[in-house]
């Protein structure tokens, strides 16, 4: 965050950019949405799966909240009901939430509503970008990063979230029957490259760099390292069905003791979305059902089915300081979902590959605070300290984010039962 | 059912008949969706309540089931998949059934899918009504009566369903704004009228009515009864509150076990769709909250609050025997679906008033076969038998039913913890 | 209850015939629980079964609620905190209740001081019937006749409950090994016997008979019976068999909806404490595991299993008037607890066989009020009344009730889908 | 564990020295259960605390199958079922456990019966540790030392199970009453101890140490500090009141989203075993009821109370790796089992105070393997290694834990919503 206020001229420069920006985030959700008829848009077939038009006003009230009403004097809310329907779970608000659980059970506002209460929040950012007091404007800039980052999450959200309303429906629909596929193939060879150990760095420095980061990316701070391997790719479904048909899903010697109780209670004996039908393996897709692709990375795994591979394999998951220390100075490229595959696909090339894109990799880190880690005061606050408990570090990004959100530091957490995201993993080593 | 064969004529002169009544049915479904709009069409907020959707094309699926595979020679289903989507809990067709709890979880078919759907089936309905073989003809008059009554039984499920939906969203959206509203009032005094005791009958004459009724309501049978009075109309929403205010929600001396059980789970202290706003009281209603009207029927009330009032007043429910041996010779005319209103009415007139329509009544019989009942065999079979048991008879129909679907000896049948039908009660004592 | 003061001598005569069958009664809760270690005393294996403790220590209470604290001037309660550990469920004692299904979870009291507990009633009932007032004699004159009665059910509890909790050991151990055993063998043919219909009376006659009744069995009333035929029998296990292997519990179209549900959430496919080893079919006893004996009528069943037979066979389960009309005037005779085989035998002679003891008959009818029925005032009215909604009635007694505690008036009430009871069936049919 | 083969002089000499500490720790268990009655034994009030009985047969269980079997040749099992019976949760022993939520059902096998199976085991691993065969003994000695550290862990848990069941009790009778107590006081003052960052070692040394540690505590590994600060004691009754006056339960802001979940769901408002009377706070010990002593070290509390309390007070936990770190070269002494308080005693000396013994310490640190970490092969690998997932870390014993059971690097972990065990925290601080 800039410190010295800034003039007019730098104002109104920055604020062109800021706002081409925002308009073409919020135009990439709406875009996503445009496969969906309007029966779509009300599904929750799932408690962690939120309804498409949930999404489409959850950051509309975001930047309400956030923006508008603390900083664009004489601004109406569109609704005022929508802070109570939308927001999704901050205490410090005071409005209160809509049970999350029941987001699917509301058809009233209607879709076209929603799109309404899209466009009057443009409008109102549009202008106050123009109208920004310049002793704002610090921190209009820095919420505005958030409001970016936040709605690009739920882009990702929108996608993973239609897949699995979808996966539900017995009818299988397809999302985008247009989608390109991959040739089926057999996985590319693995490969091990090793690391010294050491002192090194991790976290995001947020006081010298310029881009963006979420607060719980910081501070940068000094950690030490085993010496290690990592795998140069994920593991594939080709691989992963070895561990079936050596009947990974019936040993319980390979699974975390939560993860067995997991996979009994639910009657799990494959990734989610895979169905055999005639003896083969066929996978849910965001174009319908298709032949399972032995060469591309697995996906939709627990942590719990990622472990119990490693375990099977004689290896572990790499913790996410080993895989930010081998991701520095790797170039952010990869498949994301600015390439329209919004699947997963095959390795290619050489050297440390599909780092970022594809699937997020789950790493054997809980998700915790680095030492020194404060959350900002208020409402805001809320966003990643809280659920410091309990959940595992993914790193990466997948084939549902946009590629200019994530980064070498980008810290994303879920539960390790949690299987509907783009979840994948690579295998590491200990090397001493 | 007729045991000869029908002439031609004959069957062309019923068949324009049965046609018409088809095409007044089927269209009133769609009538009653028309305030909707799309989002609302899929919505399932408790298990006990069906998306519209659903009951549009459930409906459809019925005779398709029961009608078209088995009398139109080569009829094709709409879709392969639907006879197990729209059936609902019948075991013996074979096909099995979605989960009722996830009707609200599926985007596709669409409604226009579901119009189409209907529309398939109207169009070979009306062929099998033109082309039936008249050996079938028995078979298909009567199945088509059941049809009939179950449309019309689901039309009722449409109003009270979409109460339900619309009552959960907090913006408590209205069905109809421009429905008609009673003027509100204190209501009118309660008489007792006395019947003297004996042997009596009750149940339909399957064999010599010609109007259609269900096998439930058969046979007709001797029963003897004690003297008793019955008030000469429903409790009202004005001496409820009476019960309310002496606390008759808090004091467990007046209540059945189990209800006494159900009220502290779900913390139930009034009527569902009650609520108290700055200390008056409002119900939601299919225009909307509305503030509640004393001189109206009580509405929206489970067996055990019907029950605890009853033990509250110093008196009891009416058995169905009662119910209907005092019903026996009253003219079926009340407040129904056709007349508009869709709410419960004050009562006016004299004698025994508004033993139809207006409110479902409960009464004190638990729902068993009556003497020498027996099922019909097949998947039809399941129709009423199987429910004989854990539930309690409703009489007269309600503001929600058809006038032309209800019968003196009509039994519906519920839970005694439901509440989300237009449900309320009349007072009856023993005299002897 | 009579109506005119007793005299001293009346009083002291009664005194003591009263009070040598409450030592009688109170000295067989202790017999039953002789054959127990300390450690069997305290299990509550599922919710409804109670320790054997709390029974004993129950049973005490009730007098010490319903006797002494009223009518026993200067009485001292044993512990101040008994009347919460040991009240059932009497909302209207004001003292509250321990959670029923935590019945389990108190080790303290002690067994010694439940002893310890009862020993102190059982002095101040004694002087209790020594020092009566005479103007109290009447009510407790009628409360002791409760207060026997009670403690004679939860005798029979005793009994069932032991089986439950022991039944739910792996090692299945024995209550007394030493009990005797019907020899194995082939059922005795079934005959069975028709019954006139008309106008007839069930129910107790309160006012005129002398003998013990609760309310729930008044008023005596007129019915009206269909002509109807009687098995001769209860079904037996043999029977039972043939409906298992002709694939009973798999077929939907036999049962009840509700019961059906709860066959498949519960995995039923055979009555309770049935186990097949080896291919043959044992059945846990007091006695432990045994053979299963073909002779024997079947017990341990719902009343949805009861009535899925009935369905297979082509019969029904009769009405509890259709039973109590049968039994009139049959002698209250068959194998009871004072028996001493604590399980059902094979039937033996002829005419209406096993009426009484052997097992609880299952019938038709709902648990619900009589004509004219009204509780008694205050928590005493909580005994029966409160429980006349979703249970089904049971005629008859079994081998785990007393002889002198049956009556052919006598309701018993379950809900469907309770099975650890002795519970059997006959089969009926309407025959007009 | 040694690598060359000891001679007999060597075994016998260790053998001896074995003996006597397995008679000590044998009889120490049993000592624990000597203040209950039988009725005591097979409490199971909730699921995590196992019944007395339990605990003193799964131990015995444990030597039977890790060292008897495989080591005594002609050793017989007490009781074949008991394998089934007293496996905790080893799923590869083959023979199945008895669910853990069902411990407190099993009446048989008796307290006497189960104290039979214990001196059954004691003769054998008597036998055992005379005749064991040279080539086993690396094996006898290593399982010995995981044996003896199994059966101080579950004397552990005797004592916080006990204290559990007995709170359930509403008479919260007392353990034992002779219980001695610290005077009831002010907390002493607060210091805060600074410590240097850098590259520090944490965890045991396997192959150097003589001393008995767990697979969990290896391998000894390097890692980096930021400087931090350490307060000399842990948080104590006194101040944890004022965070509850502060209305620390009741603001959502201190709290980690799950806890408050947690703290909502089961309405926690104070550490357990808290009750405020007539306005003034007692806490259950297992003396029975007493005031609560401000000067006491706060205990049972979950890791979220932990938490949220460092939050309110503008800290945090310390790492699991600091305090390790801080603890190194601390001798080990404190408040233990040893003692005969059985409860915390508030702080007393200078410097780093109660690190160990009187309560673990909740770390902010997940409980995941550390570096190069490997399970052992076989059933024994499932002790400590297959619960590496949403657990955390405490430190440093308890007051019911066993003096010399304790270690610096000792790991013990729980779920963050559990607080039956003596769990407090300690305050930390990042300084750099």
Redesign the interface.
């Known amino acids: 965050m800039r410190k010295t206020r800034p003039t007019q001229d730098e104002m109104d420069a920055a604020a062109a950019k800021l706002l081409a920006r925002f308009t073409r985030i919020r135009q990439f959700s709406e875009q996503l949405c445009e496969p969906l008829?309007?029966?779509?848009?009300?599904?929750?077939?799932v408690i962690e799966a939120s309804p498409p038009k949930w999404h489409l006003a959850h950051v509309s009230w975001f930047y309400e909240t956030f923006l508008l009403r603390p900083f664009l004097p004489g601004y109406e809310v569109f609704h005022p009901?929508f802070e109570?329907?939308f927001n999704s779970?901050y205490?410090?608000t005071g409005a209160g939430f809509?049970p999350r659980q029941?987001r699917?059970?509301?058809?009233?506002?209607?879709?076209a509503e929603v799109y309404d209460y899209r466009h009057h929040v443009d409008a109102a950012m549009a202008r106050l970008l123009c109208e920004c007091a310049s002793s704002d404007w610090a921190q209009v800039e820095m919420r505005l990063g958030i409001g970016f980052s936040h709605e690009q999450q739920h882009q990702e959200l929108l996608v993973t979230d239609i897949k699995r309303?979808f996966a539900?429906?017995?009818?299988r629909?397809a999302y985008r029957a247009d989608l390109p596929m991959s040739p089926i193939g057999d996985p590319e060879p693995l490969s091990w490259l090793s690391f010294d150990g050491g002192?090194t760095e991790i976290g995001l420095n947020a006081a010298g760099d310029d881009a963006f980061g979420f607060d719980n990316e910081c501070p940068r701070?000094?950690?030490?390292l085993?010496p290690?391997a990592l795998a140069d790719r994920p593991v594939t479904n080709g691989e992963f069905l070895e561990f079936i048909r050596d009947g990974g899903y019936g040993d319980?010697?390979l699974?975390?003791?939560?993860?067995?109780a997991e996979l009994r209670q639910r009657g799990w004996c494959a990734p989610l979305y895979w169905e055999q039908h005639d003896g083969a393996w066929q996978t849910m897709t965001l174009a319908g059902m298709r032949p399972l692709n032995p060469a591309e990375p697995v996906c939709h795994l627990s942590?719990?089915e990622a472990?119990a591979f490693a375990t099977w394999a004689g290896k572990?998951l790499p913790t996410e300081t080993e895989w930010e220390h081998a991701a520095s100075g790797v170039a952010i490229a990869g498949n994301f979902v600015d390439d329209g595959w919004l699947h997963p696909r095959p390795a290619a090339g050489q050297g440390l590959r599909q780092l970022f894109g594809d699937v997020w990799e789950w790493t054997?880190?809980?998700y915790?605070?680095y030492?020194?880690y404060r959350p900002p005061a208020g409402a805001l606050?809320?966003y990643n300290g809280?659920?410091?408990?309990?959940q595992m570090v993914l790193r990466g990004g997948s084939c549902a984010t946009s590629r200019d959100h994530i980064r070498t530091t980008y810290r994303n957490f879920f539960y390790?039962y949690e299987r509907w995201q783009f979840t994948g993993f690579r295998l590491a080593e200990?090397t001493?």
């Open positions: 008829v309007i029966e779509d848009y009300g599904l929750q077939t009901r109570y329907l779970y205490e410090q809509w029941e699917g059970l509301l058809s009233r506002p209607t879709v309303h539900h429906n017995p009818l629909p002192v701070h000094r950690v030490f085993e290690f319980s010697a699974w975390l003791s939560d993860g067995w942590y719990y472990d572990r054997g880190s809980a915790l605070p030492p020194g606050g809320e809280k659920f410091m408990c309990n390790p200990t001493s």
